[in-house]
């Protein structure tokens, strides 16, 4: 009798420690698909991994849907140089696929090359080239020995600042570097370094890189959530090597290098 009692009393206890297990992570799952922002509405990109066997012309692919590795034609792709990365056995990977012949890869991303730290260096801009006729008039009235003393001291004032973004797997990312923090003194300064827009996401739609700003924004100072609009910024990859990154955002291609240590 105290043998089924205690027996009950496990089976019981056992169904609510899956219980609690599922709806903890349930509720994981919620937040971690909250934290992004990201539609894919109208987005045929498709993921998996690359397997052995892969050449030039064929990729050898892994979906994450599952079943078996499948041979795609790349090719073209390799021609057009829409392959951005070099793909790698295991490696995350990122497809766009011709919607007239599923087997050709119309563009290749690597995913995990592409996960990291990547940086630019970014020049100050002087606050007197906003009244460039008047700072033009005045130079003409100076020696040339005062202008090149002039220039000497305005070189050394040109130092560079690293700005870039991290990559993170789980399509978040985060940006690094930038302009430094503004003072009461730098109102007495001759250079300001220009913006750098804080992206929190990113997202692969259709062969192109899509960048989010904004959203949720937490108040330091009394613990409040502040939303802010979601802005979204589609660009292009150009090239993506092993050190080297350019992406084209409208008219401006940015170019990027890799840093090593920050994976």
Request: aromatic fraction near 10%; charge should be negative.
């Amino acid at each position: 009798m105290k043998t089924s009692r205690l027996l009950f009393i496990l089976t019981i206890l056992l169904a609510v420690f899956a219980c609690g297990k599922d709806h903890q992570q349930v509720e994981q799952e919620q937040v971690e698909i909250q934290t992004l922002s990201y539609v894919s509405q109208g987005d045929s990109t498709v993921y998996g991994l690359v397997c052995s066997g892969c050449t030039d012309s064929i990729l050898v692919f892994l979906p994450d849907k599952g079943g078996d590795p499948i041979t795609l034609n790349i090719f073209n792709a390799n021609k057009a140089h829409q392959v951005f990365g070099y793909p790698e056995v295991g490696d995350k990977i990122a497809l766009l696929l011709n919607p007239q012949d599923s087997t050709e890869v119309m563009v290749a991303i690597d995913i995990d090359q592409l996960r990291g730290t990547w940086v630019y260096n970014e020049m100050p801009i002087f606050k007197f080239q906003k009244n460039s006729e008047e700072i033009d008039s005045i130079r003409k009235t100076m020696s040339e020995e005062a202008l090149q003393r002039m220039d000497s001291v305005l070189q050394t004032m040109r130092v560079p600042r690293e700005y870039g973004y991290t990559f993170k797997r789980d399509f978040t990312m985060m940006s690094v570097g930038g302009p430094p923090r503004t003072s009461s003194l730098d109102s007495n300064t001759p250079v300001e370094y220009p913006p750098l827009k804080r992206y929190r996401e990113w997202h692969i739609h259709n062969g192109k890189i899509i960048f989010t700003s904004g959203g949720i924004k937490t108040n330091e100072n009394n613990s409040n959530n502040q939303s802010s609009k979601l802005v979204n910024d589609t660009a292009e990859f150009v090239i993506l090597l092993r050190d080297t990154m350019a992406i084209r955002f409208g008219d401006t291609v940015r170019g990027f290098r890799f840093k090593p240590d920050s994976i």
